[in-house]
């Protein structure tokens, strides 16, 4: 049974930072791509960060670039998010997802759609104060 738990949120101040882990069980983790994805009240769920299976390759929203980075422990089965200059228009219910394909490239070609992400965790709610 795979699982896919996110943790690490929280209420924190404008500029303020924190760390997402996204904890996987049940799967080879080295072969899935992570994505972190978030949805606001009343939006739809957007893409926030991904990483590939070696973690050699990484992707980020634009609004979030320079400010949040993704990184893997494929040891731990851990993938984590450490957001900087935390701002308002960050808070949402950030989610976790996991995608096992062939290579990079499938992942990286699609790595946007949601569709794509076999599992899913259940999410961490992140709020952000002015």
């Known amino acids: 049974q795979v699982q896919l738990v996110e943790s690490g949120g929280g209420l924190v101040q404008a500029g303020g930072s924190l760390r997402l882990p996204c904890a996987a069980s049940?799967?080879?983790?080295?072969?899935?791509?992570i994505a972190w994805f978030r949805q606001a009240p009343g939006k739809e769920r957007d893409f926030v960060a991904g990483?590939?299976?070696?973690?050699?390759?990484?992707d980020y929203a634009n609004s979030v670039k320079g400010r949040f980075t993704i990184s893997r422990d494929n040891a731990k089965n851990t993938v984590y998010l450490q957001m900087n200059s935390l701002k308002p228009e960050d808070t949402a219910v950030y989610y976790c997802?996991?995608?096992?394909?062939?290579?990079?490239?499938?992942?990286?070609?699609?790595?946007?759609?949601?569709?794509?992400?076999?599992?899913w965790g259940q999410g961490t709610q992140v709020a952000v104060s002015p």
């Open positions: 997802a996991a995608y096992g394909g062939p290579d990079t490239g499938s992942w990286y070609l699609s790595r946007l759609l949601k569709s794509l992400y076999q599992y």
């Open positions: 990483i590939s299976q070696s973690g050699g390759s990484t």
């Open positions: 049940g799967l080879i983790f080295s072969n899935y791509a």
